[in-house]
């Protein structure tokens, strides 16, 4: 019997992209021939032959990460096709295999015996085609795969392809379809953005494929710092300059101290008292405290010097200006924070109107997440005085008066 010698095996490693086939399903395997020869050169025709094939992942003797088995019979000229990944695995999965991570070398035995083992010289790119934007330039010379370009040399004069950066997301208002390098300044219709001007609001990239807000209805004021410490930034609307959160301070300017109202008892007094909702940190950092209508009209003033109470003349100024009662506590309330459905809030005006909630005559914390209330400085008569209300199933500025002894909000406003 002839003794066969299998490495002078003629091994093909053939990866070939056929461009009608770039957006089918691609193959899970790598196409692989090799022509079986006896000692004597002869062609080994019709044979039954056994193969093993190998993945070594980085170097030829490096580990296997992949090992198969496959029966074949050789044809009239000796060859053998067969498609690695396709046979009776022995070890691991072909499916995960990272070919496009380190170099890979196939390994072939043939009924043990090792015929040879061949570094992969290309990724197969097909197994990836379903992952990565794939086309053809339009002198047909250069295929792109991704980012990568492959050169068809001979097609014409233009094999020297130069990186043209731009975007290249066809959704994109600004997309270059002759970038072939993505430089990550694609723009989207619609997304938020930040236009780098202090005085908008609501950046978003527009139709024009630029960047731009709407101009706010306030310009940021200088801010004031009350008798505890606690600073307080403004925003000035039209002609007026109102803070920016809702009052904290414990003591009247002249150092007195408020009622700090912590029972439910203690609540009920004719003394200027607050209290903090539901006795809670958060709240105060939140929403600051809750005033009876007695503090807000101790001469000793509650507010910090040079600021005042706003009366409700003062408001209907500030909601004219926002275009109106009627939509004014929409852009008095803050976008987050509010119960659903939060009618109409943008925040436009700057207020960050929180719904802080208040606190009943009988000490009792109502209705936080739902709506803000603040107190001004109008009197209606012995019992009860003015009072403007934000609420999360209204756009409008609600206005009421209430018993004195309800604890609100306040905020003031720059004398």
């Known amino acids: 019997m002839k003794k066969t010698v299998f490495r002078s095996a003629m091994l093909l490693m053939i990866f070939f992209l056929i461009t009608s086939s770039l957006?089918?399903?691609?193959?899970?395997?790598?196409?692989y021939q090799a022509v079986m020869r006896n000692v004597d050169g002869s062609i080994m025709a019709n044979a039954l032959v056994n193969l093993t094939l190998m993945i070594h992942d980085g170097a030829a003797n490096g580990s296997a990460v992949y090992e198969e088995s496959q029966a074949l019979t050789t044809n009239d000229q000796g060859l053998i096709s067969c498609v690695v990944g396709q046979g009776s695995p022995v070890q691991g999965s072909f499916a995960n295999i990272d070919l496009g991570n380190g170099s890979k070398f196939l390994h072939v035995l043939m009924n043990g015996v090792d015929i040879g083992t061949q570094q992969l010289m290309s990724v197969p790119f097909a197994l990836h085609s379903n992952d990565?934007?794939?086309?053809?330039?339009?002198?047909g010379d250069s295929l792109?795969?991704?980012n990568k370009v492959v050169i068809v040399p001979g097609i014409s004069t233009a094999n020297n392809v130069p990186m043209v950066m731009g975007c290249m997301d066809n959704a994109a208002c600004n997309y270059n379809a002759s970038a072939n390098t993505d430089d990550g300044s694609c723009l989207i219709e619609g997304a938020t953005c930040n236009d780098n001007n202090a005085n908008t609001i609501n950046d978003i990239i527009t139709v024009d494929c630029l960047?731009?807000?709407?101009?706010?209805?306030?310009?940021?004021?200088?801010?004031?710092?009350?008798?505890?410490?606690?600073?307080?930034?403004?925003i000035i609307?039209?002609?007026?300059?109102?803070?920016?959160?809702?009052?904290?301070?414990?003591?009247?300017?002249?150092g007195n101290a408020l009622v700090n109202?912590?029972?439910?008892?203690?609540?009920?007094?004719?003394?200027?008292?607050?209290?903090?909702?539901?006795?809670?940190?958060?709240?105060?950092?939140?929403?600051?405290?809750?005033?009876?209508?007695?503090?807000?009209?101790?001469?000793?003033?509650?507010?910090?010097?040079?600021?005042?109470?706003?009366?409700?003349?003062?408001?209907?100024?500030?909601?004219?200006?926002?275009?109106?009662v009627s939509v004014a506590?929409?852009?008095?309330?803050?976008?987050?924070?509010?119960?659903?459905?939060?009618?109409?809030?943008?925040?436009?005006?700057?207020?960050?109107?929180l719904p802080g909630g208040y606190r009943f005559t009988d000490g009792t914390y109502l209705f936080n997440l739902q709506l803000g209330q603040w107190w001004t400085s109008t009197n209606s008569n012995t019992t009860t005085a003015h009072a403007?209300?934000?609420?999360?199933?209204?756009?409008?500025?609600?206005?009421?008066?209430?018993?004195?002894?309800?604890?609100?909000?306040?905020?003031?406003?720059?004398?």
Not at 281 to 309: F, I, Q
Request: a neutral charge.
């Open 23 to 31: 957006h089918s399903q691609s193959p899970q395997g790598i196409p």
């Open 132 to 139: 990565v934007p794939v086309r053809v330039s339009e002198a």
């Open 144 to 146: 792109f795969v991704g």
């Open 211 to 234: 960047c731009a807000g709407t101009p706010s209805l306030f310009v940021q004021g200088n801010g004031v710092t009350d008798i505890d410490g606690n600073f307080y930034p403004s």
């Open 237 to 254: 609307l039209g002609t007026q300059e109102w803070m920016q959160k809702n009052l904290a301070v414990t003591k009247y300017r002249n």
């Open 261 to 324: 109202a912590v029972t439910n008892s203690s609540w009920n007094t004719t003394n200027g008292a607050y209290g903090i909702y539901g006795g809670s940190d958060v709240n105060n950092t939140n929403y600051g405290k809750l005033y009876n209508w007695y503090a807000v009209n101790d001469s000793r003033g509650l507010c910090p010097t040079g600021w005042h109470v706003p009366t409700t003349i003062e408001w209907n100024a500030m909601e004219d200006y926002l275009g109106g």
């Open 329 to 353: 506590g929409g852009k008095l309330k803050t976008i987050d924070g509010w119960n659903s459905p939060n009618l109409g809030a943008t925040n436009e005006s700057g207020y960050t109107g």
């Open 388 to 415: 403007s209300r934000l609420f999360y199933q209204n756009a409008a500025v609600l206005k009421s008066t209430y018993d004195k002894k309800i604890g609100s909000s306040v905020r003031c406003l720059k004398d």
